[in-house]
């Protein structure tokens, strides 16, 4: 495989941005293409075999742009699609939430008692993080919550307002009353609220950002393959949508840290 060829990632919306701005600093020498299925926002509160379809979509067209990996940036596509896409494409898919076990292997065993899991409908109700979870420790107890107003209120630019503090009082309150030693932001929209999070949450639970955990995680897979790009001639950033959301580009430049962004639309 030549390793020059991108890297492909996708999500439901404008979330997966944190995962590609996390690969773009730990990656500097890759290339990107990544999708933003922004017709279809939010995946969470979609059938299992919606989010199937619009994945295996976007997975179609990532291949016809010869990426040498894909990485699902949608904790919801991650839950309810990898496995058929893993059976039916032959490069690499990476989920993000496989990771979260390589990030608990970093704390020493009895220092962890009780994990809390916030994401949506969907990926809650997978306990795809369940199962790492208790491969790490069985013993661990674990608190989820569905959070399904986090998505459209971080879409909206409602992230950082009143209203967002209301609605994660609403739904955090649970992990403070229960002492929860550590929080998986389970939607990668989530880490765009992270200071609103923090501000509800008491300050000793520790914040697991799945963007970074991913990132750190697909770094070592593509060291590990052989797969990295070793020269740093034209590598690229590519950002298309499915529906042109008069926001997107504006929370892209945020989160990116760049006014020089190209993002096209596409049909699909």
């Known amino acids: 495989m030549n390793n020059s060829l991108p890297i492909g990632i996708f999500d439901s919306g404008l979330g997966g941005l944190t995962v590609l701005k ?20 939010p995946y969470g509160n979609k059938s299992k075999d919606a989010v199937i379809r619009y994945s295996n979509k ?26 058929q896409l893993q059976e039916k494409f ?20 009895n220092t962890i008692n009780k994990v809390g899991i916030i994401g949506t409908y969907n990926t809650i109700n997978s306990q795809s993080y369940n199962k790492i979870i208790y491969k790490y420790d069985k013993n661990l107890k674990i608190i989820s919550k569905a959070c399904p107003l986090f998505v459209p209120i971080i879409e909206e630019g409602f992230h ?49 950002d799945s963007a970074l955990t991913t990132a750190e995680y697909v770094k070592k897979f593509i060291i590990k393959n052989q797969l990295d790009n070793q020269t740093t001639t034209h590598n690229s950033t590519q950002i298309l949508v499915t529906d042109k959301a008069p926001q997107f580009k504006e929370f892209a430049q945020k989160i990116l840290l760049s006014n020089q962004l190209n993002i096209k639309a596409i049909n699909l």
């Open 90 to 109: 032959k490069f690499p898919i990476i989920d993000v939430i496989t990771p979260l076990y390589d990030h608990l292997c970093r704390y020493e065993k």
């Open 22 to 41: 996390e690969l773009q600093h730990l990656l500097p020498n890759e290339s990107f293409i990544y999708v933003g299925d922004t017709a279809h926002v």
């Open 58 to 83: 976007i997975t179609s067209f990532l291949a016809s742009h010869n990426v040498k990996l894909i990485v699902i940036a949608c904790n919801t596509a991650s839950s309810v699609a990898k496995n």
């Open 160 to 208: 950082n307002h009143n209203i967002a503090r209301s609605v994660c009082q609403e739904y955090l309150s649970d992990f403070n009353s229960e002492k929860v030693d550590l929080l998986v932001l389970g939607c990668t929209h989530y880490p765009i609220m992270t200071d609103t999070i923090k501000q509800v949450l008491i300050n000793n639970i520790s914040i697991v």
